[in-house]
């Protein structure tokens, strides 16, 4: 099955992949290497998700803004992929930015969500090295960033 098939098998809208609004570009290829910089959660209807996890959000709400950001995510890799996702080799690697109280320690929880979802995807292809880091702020007061890195064909 192909991505793109098993993205509507899914049931999955990627939203539209954001031009960058600073001084970096949103993608950059390397040789065969894909660099996605870091998607922030924006909800389907285009809202920042802000607030701290542990205080304003719990980990089940910080798991689907990770979710966003991952959807982000292979919006981008589409888009550097000129639409054509069968260019992906493997996902290598994930870092997702919590921005959580002092007190929270599950920032692995919450990035399950952009993990889970590039698995749900990709299937082996998806899986990938990681680091959850908690942050006490992020851009925009947004919960969760998360950037990627991918092998390409």
Request: net charge neutral; charged share 20%.
């Amino acid at each position: 099955m192909t991505f793109e098939k098993k993205i509507k098998e899914l049931g999955i809208e990627l939203p539209e992949a954001k031009a960058p609004v600073g001084s970096y570009l949103a993608t950059k290829i390397v040789g065969k290497l894909l660099f996605i910089s870091g998607q922030i959660s924006i909800s389907d209807n285009g809202n920042l998700i802000k607030g701290k996890i542990g205080k304003d959000l719990n980990t089940d709400e910080g798991y689907q803004a990770a979710k966003r950001c991952g959807l982000s995510i292979v919006s981008q890799a589409k888009e550097a992929c000129n639409g054509d996702l069968s260019k992906i080799k493997s996902c290598v690697k994930l870092t997702g930015f919590v921005n959580s109280t002092n007190e929270f320690t599950d920032q692995p929880k919450v990035i399950n969500g952009a993990s889970d979802l590039i698995a749900s995807i990709f299937g082996d292809t998806g899986m990938h090295t990681r680091a959850a880091v908690s942050t006490n702020s992020l851009p925009l007061g947004v919960s969760v960033e998360v950037d990627a890195i991918f092998e390409l064909n």
